[in-house]
């Protein structure tokens, strides 16, 4: 019963959305590509609210629900949760913001969230922002950075970089073919990295003063 009620709450939720007709862009980018500054100066800039799909399910993890062991667990294997958690934790913050411009960072991290989410959501991404950055360097940024995460270690660092390659790369094949990805050379010094996305946005994006 409580199943059949969940599913029509989500059904409500997703066509509410598809309502909105909301302006949606995917930001991927291995761990310690500079993904959330980035988001930060976009949000600034051109009016877009950022969902961090990665700092949604850290809250749910820590709120004591019933998803937050599972997604504890998970999380520090370098695995990633089942599509459905983190579409509803989407869905609800999408909804919650009064926004109809969104950044999402870190998702899809592969097929399954790709096609779960536009089944779901009926929406379809604008492009893919794609912060390409080598593992060298983005392992020096994680490990030099002091925000006390635990999965913040050599071990798991790599485990993360491993299942960011192998399931990302269909869903930036997927979208390539579309020719909907934009990728941005994120090794670079942060302003360097900003003057290029600022030439994807483009002035039309910017947000009026």
């Known amino acids: 019963m409580g199943s059949a009620v969940e599913a029509v709450a989500n059904k409500e939720a997703a066509r509410s959305l598809a309502d909105l007709n909301p302006t949606v862009v995917f930001v991927l980018g291995g761990p310690g ?11 600034k800039q051109f009016g877009f609210t950022h969902l961090s799909a990665g700092d949604l399910l850290r809250a749910e993890r820590n709120s004591g629900s019933e998803n937050g062991t599972m997604i504890s667990n998970m999380i520090k294997e370098g695995q990633i949760v089942p599509a459905v958690v983190t579409i509803k934790l989407l869905e609800r913050a999408m909804l919650e913001s009064g926004n109809d411009k969104f950044l999402i960072d870190g998702f899809p991290r592969n097929e399954e969230n790709r096609a779960a ?19 060298e360097e983005m392992e020096r940024r994680l490990l030099s950075r002091n925000q006390g995460r635990e999965d913040d270690n050599v071990e798991t660092i790599r ?31 942060i302003e360097e990295v900003f003057e290029s996305v600022k030439c994807i946005f483009g002035p039309k994006n910017e947000k009026a003063d």
């Open 33 to 43: 590509s500079g993904k959330g500054t980035q988001c930060a100066n976009i949000v």
């Open 117 to 135: 989410f536009e089944d779901v959501t009926k929406i379809v991404p604008s492009f893919v922002l794609y912060f390409d950055c080598s593992e």
């Open 159 to 189: 485990k993360r970089f491993k299942v960011f390659l192998e399931s990302t790369q269909k869903v930036l094949e997927y979208y390539n073919s579309q020719g909907k990805v934009r990728k941005v050379d994120a090794g670079r010094p």
